[in-house]
């Protein structure tokens, strides 16, 4: 295993090579380093590096990283990717930049009430199952569209675009990495106000080539940069 500031540098010049191969500006896509599971200190070294965004999936665990004397106030940019049920809502807005995994309707209500009543403005995307598999979550492609003329009009938060887990198999991760682009499209075309919807989260330490290809904004990579969990 290299060291973390040697994997992200190796990342960032694939991110690189990948937006010369698709004629993108590098510019477009944020890496995210995804480090749940791994220690603050791990983070630390990643940030020493200049690594400003992380991506975590636990609530409980994404609360003590947020106030580990390594790592507050240092200015990370903290994105929480994971599932989100709507009890812990409450204690994560205000302190992530971005909430990856919204994927109902009454989650997103529970979401623009406590945004409401905390008086803050939460950018979020919606979780969408390309795949079609079971075991995932997020919504149907399909429920995305007849849910959001409802979602559109929540206040204090604001639909900023798309998030998917692909498929393990490459081809069908493309496959599904376009469909979720696709389905921003028709997104925008239905939103009053179409100017925040523009990311498309997808992308991991085995596809974000592709992704990126198909018009990723955001990559999501953990095993790549941090290890095995
Ligand atoms: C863990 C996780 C990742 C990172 O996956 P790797 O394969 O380790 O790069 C990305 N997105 C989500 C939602 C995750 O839970």
Same mark, same amino acid.
């Given at each position: 295993m290299e060291s973390i500031a040697a994997n992200i540098e190796c990342i960032q010049e694939q991110i690189t090579a990948a937006c010369i191969e698709a004629g993108r /500006?590098?510019?477009?896509v944020r890496l995210i380093a995804? $480090? !749940? *599971? +791994?220690p603050a200190s791990f983070i630390r070294e990643a940030f020493d590096s200049g690594q400003i965004e992380f991506g975590e999936s636990y609530v409980q665990e994404f609360l003590e990283k947020y106030d580990d004397p390594e790592l507050e106030n240092q200015g990370i940019e903290w994105h929480f990717i994971g599932h989100l049920q709507s009890n812990k809502i409450r204690s994560i807005i205000g302190k992530? $930049?971005? #909430? +990856? @995994? #919204? /994927? !109902?309707l009454s989650t997103a209500e529970e979401l623009s009430k406590r945004a409401l009543q905390q008086n803050l403005q939460v950018n979020y995307l919606l979780e969408v199952n &390309? $795949? @079609?598999?079971?075991s995932k979550y997020g919504m149907a492609p399909e429920e995305v569209l007849s849910v959001a003329e409802d979602l559109f009009m %929540? =206040? *204090?938060? &604001? %639909?900023c675009g798309l998030m998917t887990i692909a498929s393990p198999e490459r081809i069908k991760a493309q496959e599904e990495f376009r469909q979720l682009r696709m389905l921003l499209d028709a997104l925008k075309a239905v939103a009053? /106000?179409? $100017? =925040? %919807?523009?990311e498309l989260s997808m992308g991991m330490s085995g596809d974000f080539r592709e992704a990126i290809h198909e018009g990723a904004t955001m990559i999501r990579v953990g095993t790549a940069i941090f290890g095995w969990r």
């Amino acid at each position: 295993m290299e060291s973390i500031a040697a994997n992200i540098e190796c990342i960032q010049e694939q991110i690189t090579a990948a937006c010369i191969e698709a004629g993108r /500006d590098r510019a477009e896509v944020r890496l995210i380093a995804v $480090s !749940k *599971n +791994h220690p603050a200190s791990f983070i630390r070294e990643a940030f020493d590096s200049g690594q400003i965004e992380f991506g975590e999936s636990y609530v409980q665990e994404f609360l003590e990283k947020y106030d580990d004397p390594e790592l507050e106030n240092q200015g990370i940019e903290w994105h929480f990717i994971g599932h989100l049920q709507s009890n812990k809502i409450r204690s994560i807005i205000g302190k992530v $930049s971005l #909430i +990856h @995994g #919204i /994927d !109902k309707l009454s989650t997103a209500e529970e979401l623009s009430k406590r945004a409401l009543q905390q008086n803050l403005q939460v950018n979020y995307l919606l979780e969408v199952n &390309t $795949s @079609g598999e079971a075991s995932k979550y997020g919504m149907a492609p399909e429920e995305v569209l007849s849910v959001a003329e409802d979602l559109f009009m %929540l =206040p *204090n938060i &604001t %639909l900023c675009g798309l998030m998917t887990i692909a498929s393990p198999e490459r081809i069908k991760a493309q496959e599904e990495f376009r469909q979720l682009r696709m389905l921003l499209d028709a997104l925008k075309a239905v939103a009053p /106000d179409p $100017s =925040p %919807l523009v990311e498309l989260s997808m992308g991991m330490s085995g596809d974000f080539r592709e992704a990126i290809h198909e018009g990723a904004t955001m990559i999501r990579v953990g095993t790549a940069i941090f290890g095995w969990r």
